[in-house]
């Protein structure tokens, strides 16, 4: 665990901007005799987005479970906002959770709460807001998503991309520093998915979230590389080409046999010649 000048030193780099707020170096995990990852190295910087690509079974899924702590890495050290969490016990991991938000392919709502009391859960249980308060917040980040109309009704009563939203919003209720998406996008036809890559766009530009989305949906992915969101002066929010600056936030991370085959922006990946990358983008 960080302790003592090492602490003090870790919060004034993440304060900083280009700051890292997840690396992985030389990371291994193994089970049994399948190697999952064999040597991850990369780093999540501050505000940025990594996407992870690769086929079925090379890592991806396993990686955000290894930040969240719900696999531990054979080898190889993880630091998550500051803290290497690979030598944390689990108690101490609960504060790095706490500023960790999680999306899951499904979005694992609880089918009996409504969208209110689903996007405010961890308020409500594990904060003591005033109850005010959490509906203040739970207004805000529904209207963020342009859900506030459907506070009251029941996951069922939802499209699926609209439960996919809302579990952004509950992900995002507690403010996160860092949000990880695992297939969020998949099952959902292309307009569908565009909504939820829409947040996570917005989360990233507006918010200033930092995000590790793992797909196999190479739309959503290069989607979600090449726009950016910006807030008009009348408060309307826009989805554009990113430009600038803002087209290198997002990169690319492609796995292949539990190593890293190319790590660069879309206009990168898009130009490799390799003949696997080649193959995996057609």
Partial sequence: MVQGSEAQTAKQILSETGAPVVMFDRVQLAFDDKVVLADLSFTLIKGHTKIILGASGSGKST????ITWLLKADAGVVWVNGQRVDQLTEHEMMSVRADLGMIFQEGALFDSLTVRENVGYKLYEETAMPLEDVDRRVEEVLGFIGLIEHADKMPSELSGGQRRRVAIARAMAFKPSILLYDEATTGLDPITATTVDDEIIKLRDLEGVSSIVVTHQ?????YV????AERGPDGAVRIMPASGDKAEEAEFIMLKDGLICFEGTAEELRRSADPYLKTFLS
């Fill in 218 to 222: 190479l739309r959503d992915a290069f």
């Fill in 225 to 228: 590389a090449t726009h950016m």
């Fill in 63 to 66: 990686a955000l479970k290894i």
